[in-house]
């Protein structure tokens, strides 16, 4: 909660799918660069690799001043932004840049 001037550089998540005892695959909320915390400000992430079944990077409402320069997202969801409806005080989510971004399935 309420995260400011953070700095996350040439991290790397592998959230692959898990099996079930019946050999279902299945996720078990596995973001990769999750905001749920809520309350984020000057939040800079470089170099960002995420491959699993979930999100790849989600912005959850009170987002602010976020900067997100080369993900790679393999797999899941891609980059939600919002959570539109989720939260019933303020959803705003506000100054976001990314860029060289790659997003693909898995």
């Known amino acids: 909660m309420n995260g400011t001037n953070v700095l996350l550089e040439n991290i790397v998540v592998s ?29 800079q992430v470089t170099n960002f ?24 997202c393999n797999g899941g ?3 939600p932004i919002g959570s539109i409806g989720e939260y019933l005080e303020d959803s705003s989510v506000k100054d976001v840049y990314m860029s060289d971004l790659k997003v693909s399935r898995a």
Do not use: F
Request: aromatic content about 6%; glycine content about 10%; some cysteine.
């Open 49 to 72: 690799t995420y491959t699993g079944g979930d999100d790849c990077i989600a912005l959850k409402p009170r987002s602010y001043s976020v900067t997100v320069t080369g993900a790679t």
């Open 77 to 79: 969801n891609g980059i």
């Open 15 to 43: 959230a692959k799918l898990s099996k079930q005892p019946d050999g279902e695959n299945w996720v078990q909320n596995t973001d990769g660069l999750d905001t749920d915390t809520m309350d984020v400000n000057h939040v």
